[in-house]
């Protein structure tokens, strides 16, 4: 199976993100069961939060991590996770245990997506603490630190600012030999360099066109020759919007664009109702377009 490193040896690759909100289950669950037939598509993802990112604020929104579970044995192929998971939400060896697990469930399929988390809304509504941005981000540094050691040590002794483990361990283990960690975000100076001491993907959530990616991507690349790491370690992915009725042949030449700039995986989040019919045309352009 290919891990996230290998997904970035080719050019062209497509993923599916179906937004938890304002849709039935029984939709989402079609949506991965075709998904999973298509070959175009190597993963699927949802998000973690726990209101709506649309209007209405106040409709359904299924909880991310409980449809991941259901999803892994739904499928059999697909690469899945959530992009991306609110350091804030859990503690960090909660996290970890919830990834190993899901890594197991799923055969090891599983990718962990984290950022410093941003929706006030749903935080204050929820008594989460966020916190400034310098919080946020000095918690998020260490949390990443520590779901980084549980996953792959047999022990782990941090103590932080927000977060104290003694002692911990965290098994079983991933199934994967290092479970692949995404970092979300665009922030130039904290998130980016977060993600060249610890990414094994970077994520950016619709860029503009590829300049504006390829700016980010060069303080990425930069920040990784500060911290002694190489650039190519890190798949990068966008988030491209995948509306209704946006032309598939549109959107295919859209993503080429990406492609030669540098992006690695291209993320399709679907934008209105969920609907199994919009996998099949944007698979074909996506396919004619290669």
Same mark, same amino acid.
């Given at each position: 199976?290919? !891990?996230?490193?290998? %997904?970035? !040896?080719?050019?062209?690759?497509?993923?599916?993100?179906?937004?938890?909100?304002?849709?039935?289950?029984?939709?989402?669950?079609?949506?991965?069961?075709?998904?999973?037939?298509?070959?175009?598509?190597?993963?699927?993802?949802?998000?973690?939060?726990?209101?709506?990112?649309?209007?209405?604020?106040?409709?359904?929104?299924?909880?991310?991590?409980?449809?991941?579970?259901?999803?892994?044995?739904?499928?059999?192929?697909?690469?899945?996770?959530?992009?991306?998971?609110? %350091?804030?939400?859990?503690?960090?060896?909660?996290?970890?245990?919830?990834?190993?697990?899901?890594?197991?469930?799923?055969?090891?399929?599983?990718?962990?997506?984290?950022?410093?988390?941003?929706?006030? %809304?749903?935080?204050?509504?929820?008594?989460?603490?966020?916190?400034?941005?310098? $919080?946020?981000?000095?918690?998020?540094?260490?949390?990443?630190?520590?779901?980084?050691?549980?996953?792959?040590?047999?022990?782990?002794?941090?103590?932080?600012?927000?977060?104290?483990?003694?002692?911990?361990?965290?098994?079983?283990?991933?199934? $994967?030999?290092?479970?692949?960690?995404?970092?979300?975000?665009?922030?130039? !100076?904290? !998130?980016?360099?977060?993600?060249?001491?610890?990414?094994?993907?970077?994520?950016?959530?619709?860029?503009?066109?590829?300049?504006?990616?390829?700016?980010?991507?060069?303080?990425?690349?930069?920040?990784?020759?500060?911290?002694?790491?190489?650039?190519?370690?890190?798949?990068?992915?966008?988030?491209?919007?995948?509306?209704?009725?946006?032309?598939?042949?549109?959107?295919?030449?859209?993503?080429?664009?990406?492609?030669?700039?540098?992006?690695?995986?291209?993320?399709?989040?679907?934008?209105?109702?969920?609907? %199994?019919?919009?996998?099949?045309?944007?698979?074909?352009?996506?396919?004619?377009?290669?």
């Amino acid at each position: 199976m290919a !891990t996230v490193g290998e %997904m970035a !040896t080719s050019a062209g690759r497509h993923a599916i993100k179906t937004p938890p909100h304002h849709s039935p289950w029984s939709a989402y669950l079609d949506v991965w069961r075709e998904a999973d037939q298509i070959d175009v598509f190597e993963s699927a993802w949802n998000w973690d939060h726990f209101y709506p990112l649309a209007p209405p604020y106040d409709g359904p929104n299924l909880e991310g991590w409980t449809m991941l579970a259901a999803l892994a044995q739904a499928t059999t192929r697909l690469r899945l996770g959530a992009m991306v998971n609110g %350091m804030h939400h859990r503690h960090p060896a909660v996290t970890a245990n919830m990834a190993a697990t899901l890594d197991v469930i799923s055969g090891g399929r599983f990718v962990l997506g984290m950022g410093a988390g941003w929706n006030e %809304m749903e935080s204050n509504a929820y008594g989460i603490e966020l916190g400034t941005l310098k $919080q946020r981000f000095d918690r998020f540094d260490e949390g990443i630190e520590i779901i980084r050691s549980l996953l792959d040590n047999k022990v782990t002794n941090f103590t932080g600012n927000y977060f104290t483990v003694t002692d911990a361990w965290c098994e079983p283990k991933p199934v $994967q030999p290092k479970l692949p960690i995404v970092i979300g975000g665009k922030g130039r !100076t904290r !998130t980016l360099r977060t993600a060249a001491r610890w990414a094994d993907q970077w994520d950016m959530t619709f860029p503009a066109d590829p300049s504006e990616w390829g700016e980010l991507d060069a303080v990425l690349r930069a920040h990784c020759d500060d911290v002694g790491r190489e650039p190519t370690e890190i798949t990068r992915s966008v988030h491209l919007p995948l509306t209704i009725g946006d032309d598939p042949a549109a959107l295919a030449d859209r993503a080429a664009g990406f492609f030669a700039a540098g992006v690695d995986l291209v993320v399709w989040s679907m934008q209105g109702a969920i609907a %199994m019919s919009r996998l099949g045309p944007l698979a074909e352009a996506l396919r004619a377009g290669t």
